[in-house]
């Protein structure tokens, strides 16, 4: 299917007519110069204008039909036509796939970071791409890494490509022009990009500094959450995921370097022309982008706090069901309307864990200290909630609160079955505020054995009890 035009920008940086396929997971095909498709197989003996036929699998050739996931690239010349790959030099030094006692530890504290500063000197996306924490092993093909960066320079004469596991990359500051080897996405903040394990990209800073999130899932994909009672709309909705339309280029590029991810570490390759000479491809393994506004928030409608799960934009499972390796979550501008009920996310301890962070505005279970840039980190079973502040705001309206419009802000969640390891360098970072326990100290005891009885309770056995 051909590509239609969803979005354009006025920037003289960016191009205007970027052309994108809709659908989550459709087997979709694209053609920058016509009939470079093959006709009726995807490996013939020659193809059209003489292109190569590549496959890239981004699952084992026998996976169930349904989870199976493929495209097939059409190149003006193969991936493999390059230099041995040599570990790079300089080593990157922060970048972890394995998560072991060797470089990382365990802290059942509550963490919390202030946004990263952007490098003064120059500095592309791989080189500002550090590993927070995460868990498992890419070599055993299960687990995830939670990684930042911070970037002021666009990647020159290189292409970075993942060979442990799928980005999935939250823009804070700055839009992200990035070239895949289906086609070129613009992504800014508000928005997210997923680029699949295996595929080369380059990420281009049109905006200069920048700054965000990305999560990286080992042995999974992403998929849309199961929708049980709330029917077939609502959340995420299939159509609105976008998909690059081929794109290529066809010119000499000596001491072109491909910088691979394997296993944690970098490893560099020289070839001599570009990776982004896919003239043609179709399949259903592809990057592609999603506008978080689109999102079709659910909420209670009269009492009581629905869980945070309802928000869940992606998930990547388990072999276990309803039990995630990892799942996206947003908490979007929305309408409040639950009555005599506690609005504000409840204290919790929950056996997953959940990393957070704040793309703009703020998050309406602190009133302070949360910034955008910034992070935080709840471990497993590790206690969790609303500050001192708001609770007490919330307190004070009283049951007579009115339905409230959450506005201007765009908080996530990453959140995993398994316990993160924390790099050491995040745990001895200068930005970490070592005073975030305090946000809750001041919650006081509002106990009263003399409250008086109301219509929420009854006497049972001779003692006062709460009706259910």
Not at 90 to 111: A, C, I, R
Not at 170 to 192: A, D, F
Not at 338 to 360: D, K, Q, V, W
Request: proline share 9%; net charge negative; charged share 20%.
């Amino acid at each position: 299917m051909d590509g239609q035009s969803v979005s354009k920008t006025n920037d003289s940086d960016l191009p205007s007519d970027l052309q994108y396929q809709f659908g989550f997971g459709n087997h979709l095909s694209s053609e920058a110069i016509a009939g470079a498709l093959p006709r009726g197989q995807n490996n013939p003996l020659t193809c059209p204008f003489g292109l190569y036929a590549e496959q890239i699998s981004g699952t084992p050739f026998t996976a169930p039909r349904k989870q199976n996931q493929f495209s097939w690239l059409y190149r003006i010349k193969p991936s493999v036509t390059h230099e041995p790959f040599k570990p790079r030099v300089p080593s990157h030094g922060k970048l972890v796939s394995e998560f072991n006692q060797s470089n990382s530890s365990t802290n059942p504290t509550q963490l919390r970071w202030k946004p990263v500063e952007i490098p003064d000197s120059p500095t592309d996306f791989i080189d500002g791409l550090y590993t927070v924490c995460g868990a498992g092993s890419s070599f055993l093909r299960h687990g995830y890494a939670i990684h930042m960066y911070t970037a002021n320079k666009s990647m020159d004469n290189c292409a970075f490509c993942n060979a442990d596991g799928d980005f999935l990359i939250v823009p804070q500051k700055g839009r992200l022009s990035i070239t895949t080897e289906c086609g070129k996405l613009q992504v800014s903040p508000g928005e997210i990009v997923v680029l699949p394990h295996g595929f080369r990209f380059v990420v281009d800073l049109p905006d200069g500094p920048s700054r965000g999130y990305v999560a990286e899932i080992f042995g999974a994909h992403f998929q849309l959450p199961d929708l049980g009672p709330i029917g077939a709309n609502g959340l995420a909705a299939s159509r609105d995921f976008l998909v690059p339309v081929a794109w290529y280029e066809e010119c000499s590029r000596p001491g072109y370097t491909i910088v691979q991810k394997f296993g944690g570490e970098l490893f560099t390759a020289k070839q001599d022309f570009s990776p982004f000479n896919v003239v043609a491809w179709h399949g259903n393994y592809a990057p592609y982008k999603y506008d978080l506004s689109k999102f079709c928030p659910i909420n209670t409608v009269l009492k009581d706090h629905a869980d945070p799960s309802i928000n869940t934009v992606l998930t990547a499972p388990t072999d276990k069901p309803g039990v995630a390796l990892l799942d996206f979550v947003i908490f979007p501008p929305r309408w409040l309307v639950a009555e005599h009920t506690f609005r504000p996310p409840y204290y919790h301890r929950n056996c997953m864990s959940e990393f957070m962070g704040l793309i703009y505005g703020g998050y309406e279970a602190k009133a302070d200290g949360f910034l955008p840039g910034g992070a935080s980190l709840h471990s497993c079973m590790t206690p969790h909630g609303p500050d001192t502040k708001t609770f007490e705001a919330t307190i004070a309206h009283g049951k007579d609160a009115g339905p409230f419009r959450i506005t201007n802000t765009m908080a996530f969640m990453f959140e995993s079955c398994l316990m993160p390891r924390i790099c050491p360098w995040a745990l001895d970072s200068p930005l970490i505020d070592h005073d975030y326990y305090q946000c809750w100290v001041g919650l006081r005891s509002h106990f009263s054995r003399e409250e008086a009885s109301d219509e929420s309770q009854t006497i049972q056995n001779g003692h006062k009890g709460i009706a259910f």
